[in-house]
Nanobody, 114 residues
Framework: QLQASGGGSVQAGGSLRLSCAAS????????IGWYRQAPGKQRELVAA???????NYVASVKGRFTMSRDNAKNTVFLQMNSLKPEDTAVYYC??????????WGQGTQVTVSS
């Protein structure tokens, strides 16, 4: 089970670091992603660690967001800098296979005010 946390309300230009805690070891997780869903919009993949270990970002967050993992803490992080109002959304972490069958855990709300 994956649970996202660390959201909050910040002004534009601010930063937040989201955490995704796994109930088990993350060392065995090959691929994992951060997703977000803004009001009235479809859920989108924001950043992902792929099975070959590379990290990919959606164009809108490149250079501002950084995804990382700490297997010793069974946690995956999303460092979000230079936040913009359009980053406002509920953020989720998930395995691609679970996202594919629309199974989601609890997300964390990020609100960016202008």
């Amino acid at each position: 089970q994956l649970q996202a946390s660390g959201g909050g309300s910040v002004q534009a230009g601010g930063s937040l670091r989201l955490s995704c805690a796994a109930s088990g070891s993350t060392a065995s997780i090959k691929a994992i992603g951060w997703y977000r869903q803004a009001p009235g919009k479809q859920r989108e993949l924001v950043a992902a660690i792929t099975s070959d270990g590379s990290i990919n970002y959606v164009a809108s967050v490149k250079g501002r967001f950084t995804m990382s993992r700490d297997n010793a803490k069974n946690t995956v992080f999303l460092q979000m800098n230079s936040l913009k109002p359009e980053d406002t959304a509920v953020y989720y972490c998930n395995l691609p296979i679970l996202a594919g069958v629309n199974y989601w855990g609890q997300g964390t709300q990020v609100t960016v005010s202008s």
